[in-house]
T-cell receptor, first 114, second 114 residues
Framework: DGGITQSPKYLFRKEGQNVTLSCEQN?????MYWYRQDPGQGLRLIYY???????QKGDIAEGYSVSREKKESFPLTVTSAQKNPTAFYLC?????????????FGDGTRLSIL | SQELEQSPQSLIVQEGKNLTINCTSS?????LYWYKQKYGEGLIFLMM?????EEKSHEKITAKLDEKKQQSSLHITASQPSHAGIYLC??????????????FGGGTRVLVKP
């Protein structure tokens, strides 16, 4: 079955440490996205990528970095510069070039501070 | 930027009763998406609305987009415990070159009492 796989499900970060969240999709989607969700709130866009080797900042990109070396993969690194990283992180993908295609989501990674 | 307000923020409904969630935009909606989220999980796509006055139904859930395309409602008939969760609306940017970025409302938490 096609879908989006995020790993790990739970992740803990120490002070000053960078951590990387994995996102893999086998839906053959061109576009991929990273969102952050805080308790009781909606989703906020961190980064998105419409094509391999290209990505754009979203609304809250500071303290995060991404890469898009393969169509299937869009890893997110939470750097030590992100002072409040505790949140639920969701990865999504969608078809590109078609009007109003829904985004499909992974099951999320919950990041906490040790 | 587009802002989406959802109301109510939370609601508790007796099993078998109907419920309605609203999503209001500060700008014209070009594509409005409804998602459901169970706590700690990813988002499940429910429905997408594009045209003013459009209405779609799936099982006991009906979504509508008003004629002015600035407000959408999600209505659940005869609610069941399986309808419990967080419902989020998301809207497309008006500019397609923006890569199908979605702006999300804050979510509505639904609890169904048996």
């Amino acid at each position: 079955d096609g879908g989006i796989t995020q790993s790990p499900k739970y992740l803990f970060r120490k002070e000053g440490q960078n951590v990387t969240l994995s996102c893999e999709q086998n839906l053959n989607h061109d576009a991929m996205y990273w969102y952050r969700q805080d308790p009781g709130q909606g989703l906020r866009l961190i980064y998105y990528s419409q094509i391999v080797n290209d990505f754009q900042k979203g609304d809250i990109a500071e303290g995060y970095s991404v890469s898009r070396e393969k169509k299937e993969s869009f890893p997110l690194t939470v750097t030590s510069a992100q002072k409040n990283p505790t949140a639920f992180y969701l990865c999504a993908s969608s078809r590109q070039g078609y009007s109003n295609q829904p985004q499909h989501f992974g099951d999320g990674t919950r990041l906490s501070i040790l | 930027s587009q802002e989406l307000e959802q109301s109510p923020q939370s609601l508790i409904v007796q099993e078998g009763k109907n419920l309605t969630i609203n999503c209001t935009s500060s700008k014209t909606l070009y594509g409005l998406y409804w998602y459901k989220q169970k706590y700690g999980e990813g988002l499940i796509f429910l429905m997408m609305l594009q045209k003013g006055g459009e209405e779609k139904s799936h099982e006991k859930i009906t979504a509508k987009l008003d004629e002015k395309k600035q407000q959408s409602s999600l209505h659940i008939t005869a609610s069941q415990p399986s309808h419990a969760g967080i419902y989020l609306c998301g809207a497309d940017g008006a500019i397609k070159a923006a890569g199908n970025k979605l702006t999300f409302g804050g979510g509505t938490r639904v609890l169904v009492k048996p």
